[in-house]
């Protein structure tokens, strides 16, 4: 008898990624100084924890707010019963105020327009079953953050059709690889509904440029069944020049053109969300902005799977509402950003290992290690992954997890983490490498077994899955060259 539905017994999720099997062993031999500390140091996880202490200190100069009182009176009462899923007008003004001063004030957005979900996840997915069809396509470009194979295909049924963008042009979207993709999805008879991207980029940690922007938006101009989401979570980590552009920007200024399409701003759409910029993703707030009118309306309704609650959003409402404090946090949040990655990329030059030069923004760097690769292949980038994450004890994340089309390439992750334990890092690592180039580390049989052993924790299902996938792809690339 067939006790589940398919979706619950459906192997769709994704769960059989490197990206998410690094995590599974980082849980069994976490790092600690003091308890742990020859364990796996979490390089996976895109966690802001540098500005943790301003939080704080709000918080204790507000203890009110933290404790639920208005004027020293509880509302206690008041936040603990229902609350519709349109969201406290309050924290919905405070959001949209946040998101304008993040972007300098050069776009500002119509509380009326955002719909609250639990985070950037439940946002994308939402997004997902208002615009498409179980079986339509969204074009994404490559390399981009591997839990979108969950977030945007698992539940609605929508397919995934790569833009395929390479290191020659520091990975950024080109129009013939934006046709290419097109072209690809329609000789699988495959209905592209539009084109999402993430502006900071995940996994590069750079932001789009304003030719990258106007591409997008004439290639659904020219489509006018399309839409493009813009998820802008990262807006608020841009470290250095180039400055983030918004894609409400490229809209206002096209706006003012007499000829422009005014129904294209209502096939825009922009996700957001506190977990990166805010460094809260245990608070689950994300949004969804759009000037659609119908958009707005079915997300809302569909957000009720999905709440923040009240009294979430009574204590965010009151700190963001604070300008003293959000405009100190961003100068500051993102000038610890600056100095924690020029940390990373200092300790990877000395280990002998590069970063994409454009890394201006993000909380990790696209490290590229093609160098230390036995062959140009997916499966040589699957070992030297292994051996990261079991003999360095380090576990990033491999681009081939990302869809990166070029063998070599890691996400690595620097503000989860304390300054002490990325120098133990990059000191483990740059032994590594140098024991690798003196014939010492895991290429030594007398050496090897750590990565060999451990690597058989791995359920043999999940790892001969994806290095199925990772050979089928390696043969397949070949032969379109």
Known sequence: ???LSTKAT????????????????????PYDEVQNPKGIIQMGLAENQ????????WLAKNPDVAGFKRDGKSIFREL???QDYHGLPSFKKALVDFMAEIRGNKVTFDPNHIVLTAGATSANETLMFCLAEQGEAFLLPTPYYPGFDRDLKWRTGVEIVPIQC???????????????????????????????????????GTTMSKSELNLLIDFIKDNKDMHLISDEIYSGTVFTSPSFISVMEILKERNDFKDFDADISERVHVVYSLSKDLGLPGFRVGAIYSENDMVVAAATKMSSFGLVSSQTQYLLSSMLGDKKFTKNYIFENQKRLKKRQKMLVNGLQKAGISCLETNNAGLFC???????????TFEAEMELWKKILFDVRLNISPGASCHCTEPGWFRVCFANMSEDTLNLAMK???DFVANSINGEG??????????????????????????????SRDHREQEER
Request: aromatic letters at 10%; proline letters at 2%; charged letters at 20%.
């Open 1 to 3: 008898m067939k006790l």
């Open 10 to 29: 459906c192997n769709s999720h994704g769960q059989d990624s490197s990206y998410f099997l690094g995590w599974q062993e980082y849980e069994k031999n």
């Open 50 to 57: 540098l500005s943790f202490d301003l939080l704080e200190s």
């Open 80 to 82: 603990a019963l229902f």
């Open 166 to 204: 390479t290191s020659t042009n520091n990975f950024q979207i080109t129009e013939s690889a934006l046709q290419q993709a097109y072209e690809e999805a329609k000789n699988k008879n495959l209905k592209v509904k539009g084109v999402l991207v993430t502006n900071p980029s995940n996994p590069l």
């Open 366 to 376: 696209w490290v590229d290690m093609r160098h230390l690769l036995n062959s140009n």
């Open 428 to 430: 483990r690592l740059k």
């Open 442 to 471: 895991c290429s030594n049989n007398k050496k090897k077994t750590r990565s060999t052993q451990a690597s058989r924790s791995f359920t043999k299902k999940s790892i001969s899955n994806w290095v199925f996938r990772l050979s």
